[in-house]
């Protein structure tokens, strides 16, 4: 009984294992690198998001500004809604990402390890040198990590 136990935990640790970024990702909240933090604002609370992802004039992921980047940047400062959220955002290349083909314990692990709500997903830009510029397809969020999670047991 203990060893049929032992071997269904097993299995359902390597089906999480094994499920790809690619087959859970949400769709992507991107704004351009001009775009005003007054903007990028109202963005967020369109989307419902924590996070944006923020791409150049080429399409390729410039940086990330979350809430608190925002929130940061108006306190006291009146002026702040018409900067361009380039100046507030994490800049490329310290934006943690994630490929379609990596695993979700990958994602998960990122995620704690930096500390962060969510990462973009992406590929490599074939307009550019490879592994220098990257396009954006998706964002993984802890929502969706535990969303999977839920639907797991649910399917038991
Ligand atoms: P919040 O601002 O709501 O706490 P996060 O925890 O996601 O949101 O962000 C905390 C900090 O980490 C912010 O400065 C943000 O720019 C940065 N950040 C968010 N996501 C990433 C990422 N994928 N890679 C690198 N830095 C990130």
Do not use: C, Y
């Not at 809430?67 to 002026?79: A, C, E, F, Q, S």
């Not at 390890?113 to 969020?141: C, F, M, N, Y």
């Amino acid at each position: 009984f203990l060893g049929q136990k032992g071997n269904t935990r097993q299995e359902e640790k390597f089906k999480m294992l094994q499920k790809k970024v690619g087959e859970i990702h949400s769709v992507p909240v991107i704004v351009r690198e001009m775009t005003t933090i007054q903007d990028a604002v109202v963005s967020l609370f369109l989307a419902n998001v924590g996070n944006l992802i923020v791409t150049d004039e080429k399409g390729n992921l410039a940086g990330v500004a979350s809430r608190k980047d925002l929130l940061k940047v108006t306190l006291g400062n009146p002026t702040a809604g018409s900067i361009p959220v380039s100046m507030v955002m994490t800049r490329q290349p310290n934006v943690v990402t994630v490929s379609p083909e990596d695993t979700i314990l990958e994602a998960a692990r990122k995620i704690i390890a930096h500390q962060i709500d969510s990462l973009p997903v992406v590929i490599p830009s074939d307009s550019e040198k490879p592994g220098s510029h990257w396009k954006v397809v998706g964002r993984i969020t802890k929502t969706n990590i535990i969303k999977m999670l839920l639907d797991m047991v649910a399917e038991d």
